[in-house]
Structures are given as structure tokens and as C-alpha cells.
């Protein structure tokens, strides 16, 4: 097993078909203890508990500082140390650059990049007192060939801001033997694509992907664990495409 005994924080892993919640069970299976952090506590303690026993559900918006710190130190308190984070919560909205309002863009960044800083902050001085780490930060292709397929303008930004927290981390804290990567999946089915699904656009997005599918969100949860445990120990500060080939670059 590649995380035993590790103890793994993964935000936004409750939704039941999303990338959070099969990069969970990845990682349980992996013998890691799993903390679940999402906004509802009930949802997030079933998510817990739906990956099997000895793991940890809590509620916490991660756009919101005192949310963030509270649940880090009931972590903290309840297992003592946090070994890999995955910043994986985060939201979208299809929209054009003219109809972005002000507090759409403010959600969308304060969940997907301040969101990011936020935890990253929260975690890395008990990784660093323990003198090693892994965090795996999601950002999407949309951030690397401007947007167009799903998310807005605001989004892309938002991801992009992401790529370069993670790099500015990676170099950062590299001394403390933290790595900070990143992930950029192309188009996986999970709840946040779930409308394209019954879209013609459909087989015009498939033509553009040489593997001929849509991504699965264990396709994603694979590449996590291999960025938190330590088959990646000489990787930091890379962006890893999980996409298809959708962007070969
Ligand atoms: P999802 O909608 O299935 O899950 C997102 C989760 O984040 C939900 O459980 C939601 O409750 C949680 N969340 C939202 N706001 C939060 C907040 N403020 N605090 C804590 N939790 C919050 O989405 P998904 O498709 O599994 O996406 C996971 C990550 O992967 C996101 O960052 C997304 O942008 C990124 N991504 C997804 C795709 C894709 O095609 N699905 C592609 C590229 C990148």
C-alpha cells in the first residue's frame, strides 16, 4: 500500500460521483486515514464513512479563513499530524467574459484560489514541524488553453492563479521537504460537467480527445495518490495533465 498510515486531507470530497470523493476511497484503499472537509458536516461525515472506518468528516468552507482553522486544528487535535493535502474543492460557472458580475467573480476565485491559499496556509506548519509533505492542488486544462469548454473566463483565471500559488509554494517551501503539485484534469464526469453529458456537444468535445472518452474521476484519483505518496518523492512544483490528450502541450 502506497499511504499507510498517512493521514490525507481532501477538500470538496463529498460530492458522491466527484473527483474528492474517489480520490477518498483511492487513498483509504492505499491505507491512508482520510479526512473529508466540505461545507455540510452530515454530508461530509457520510463521505467519511462511505470509504470505510477510522476516517474523519468535517465541515469547512475553505474560502472562509476561521472555517479553515478551525478544522485543521480538530484535525490536528484528532490525529496529530496531516501528511498530504488535496486541494480539490472548487466551483464553476459557464459564462462570457461581459456577463461576469463582480460577486460571481468573487465566488469563483475566493473558493478555487483563495480557497487554496487558505488550507495550503492552514497545513503547512505542522508539515513542516514534521519535516515533510505533499500538497496536490487542482486546477483544470481550463487554465492552460483558455476555458471554452466549461467554466467561465473567471474560472480559467481563478486555475491559472492556482498553476502559479502551487509553483511560488513549491520553491517556497521545497527546504522543508513539502511538495506542492498540481493536477490538470480535462473533462471528467462528475457533477460539475453532469449537464454536458446530454449535450450534442458531446461527440464534438469526444472527436478532440485522442483516448476517444471522457475522463473518470478515479482517472484523476490515480493521479493524486501517485503525486501524495512517495513515488513522486523528486517531483515538486509540476503540473501533471490527466486530460486524454485533449492538450498535449
Ligand atoms: P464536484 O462539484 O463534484 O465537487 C466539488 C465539491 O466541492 C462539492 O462537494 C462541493 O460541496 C465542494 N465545495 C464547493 N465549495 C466549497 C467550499 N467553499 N468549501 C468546501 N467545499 C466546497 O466537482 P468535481 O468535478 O469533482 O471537481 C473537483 C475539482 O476538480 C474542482 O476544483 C474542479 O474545478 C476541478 N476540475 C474538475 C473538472 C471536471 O471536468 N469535472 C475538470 C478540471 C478541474
Redesign the pocket.
Known amino acids: 500500500m502506497l499511504l499507510t498510515d498517512k493521514v490525507a486531507v481532501i477538500?470538496?470530497?463529498?460530492?458522491p460521483?466527484?473527483?474528492?470523493?474517489a480520490t477518498a476511497q483511492c487513498f483509504a484503499q492505499q491505507g491512508a486515514r482520510v479526512v473529508v472537509?466540505?461545507?455540510?458536516e452530515q454530508?461530509s461525515q457520510a463521505a467519511a464513512e462511505s470509504v470505510g472506518s477510522g476516517h474523519l468528516g468535517l465541515a469547512?468552507?475553505?474560502?472562509?479563513p476561521a472555517s479553515v482553522q478551525q478544522a485543521v486544528a480538530r484535525i490536528l487535535d484528532h490525529y496529530g499530524r496531516i501528511d498530504v493535502l488535496v486541494?480539490?474543492?472548487?466551483?464553476?460557472q459557464p459564462v462570457k467574459t461581459l456577463e461576469i458580475g463582480m460577486q460571481d467573480y468573487d465566488r469563483i476565485l475566493?473558493?478555487?484560489l483563495r480557497?487554496t491559499l487558505l488550507m495550503s496556509q492552514a497545513v503547512i506548519p505542522a508539515m513542516r514541524q514534521q519535516g515533510k509533505g505533499s500538497i496536490i492542488c487542482?486546477?483544470?486544462?481550463?487554465a492552460q488553453r483558455g476555458g471554452g469548454i466549461?467554466?467561465g473566463p473567471h474560472?480559467s483565471a481563478a486555475?491559472a492563479g492556482v498553476l502559479g500559488l502551487a509553483k511560488a509554494m513549491a520553491r517556497e517551501f521545497g527546504p522543508d521537504q513539502i511538495r506542492v503539485n498540481c493536477l490538470?484534469?480535462?473533462?471528467?464526469?462528475?457533477?460539475?460537467?453532469g449537464g454536458l453529458m446530454q449535450d450534442e456537444r458531446r461527440h464534438a468535445i469526444l472527436a478532440g480527445i485522442p483516448l476517444g472518452r471522457l475522463?473518470a474521476?478515479q482517472d484523476?484519483a490515480n493521479a493524486a495518490l501517485f503525486l501524495a505518496s512517495d513515488l513522486s518523492s523528486y517531483l515538486t512544483g509540476i503540473t501533471l495533465d490527466v486530460n486524454g490528450g485533449m492538450l498535449i502541450h
Open positions: 477538500t470538496g470530497a463529498a460530492s460521483r466527484g473527483i474528492g470523493r472537509l466540505d461545507l455540510d454530508a469547512a468552507n475553505v474560502a472562509d486541494n480539490n474543492a472548487g466551483i464553476t475566493d473558493v478555487n480557497g487542482l486546477s483544470s486544462v481550463s466549461f467554466g474560472y486555475k490538470t484534469p480535462g473533462l471528467i464526469q462528475t457533477d460539475i460537467t475522463g474521476a484523476v
